[in-house]
């Protein structure tokens, strides 16, 4: 089975068993580190997880693995966080995010950039050419092609300060 594969499996399996504990599964990952192989799950819910839903969501998600047996040999299981700087991936997480700050890498530049950093805006045009919709400053909004997004992930807004309340970086 291929890493892509694992992901796959994992991430069907462990949108059961979030959804069972109320939680969101925000990512899986599975790759080599060192001589182990890692998969690495980050949950979310409203209010933010903490240590225990951590271990709830392992613990309940390591029964699973056990019974369905997806993934050959032996692999370390970690859950936390997605983060402040959660990644966005579906999207419904750039319907939901409306309004935050993110920063979007391109696999092929658009406009001679490869990175945009704004307030999402949200996803605009049909099925068939999905865009996130992102303003740049007060007079710039540029929308990017779904399948030109590398990453997206939200940005920590910093308060104050000598940068007059905008965002860090």
Not at 110 to 139: C, F, P, Q
Not at 148 to 167: R, S, V
Request: glycine share 10%; net charge negative.
């Amino acid at each position: 089975m291929g890493k892509e594969r694992v992901e796959t499996v994992v991430e069907r399996l462990g949108n059961q068993v979030a959804a069972g504990l109320n939680y969101e599964l925000v990512d899986v990952e599975y790759r080599k580190e060192g001589p182990d192989w890692v998969l690495r799950c980050f949950i979310d819910k409203e209010n933010g997880v903490g240590i225990e839903d951590c271990q709830r969501f392992s613990e309940a998600l390591d029964e699973v693995l056990d019974e369905t047996d997806p993934i050959p040999g032996k692999y370390l299981l970690e859950v936390s966080s997605p983060g402040i700087e959660r990644p966005l991936k579906k999207e419904g997480d750039f319907i939901k995010f409306a309004g935050k700050t993110i920063e979007i890498k391109l696999n092929k530049a658009l406009n001679n950039r490869k990175t945009y950093r704004g307030e999402l805006i949200g996803m605009v045009g049909d099925e068939a050419e999905r865009k996130v919709a992102l303003k740049i400053d007060e007079s710039n909004v540029v929308e990017v092609p779904w399948d030109k997004i590398a990453k997206a992930n939200l940005l920590m807004e910093t308060f104050g300060g000598g940068e007059g309340g905008k965002k860090r970086r």
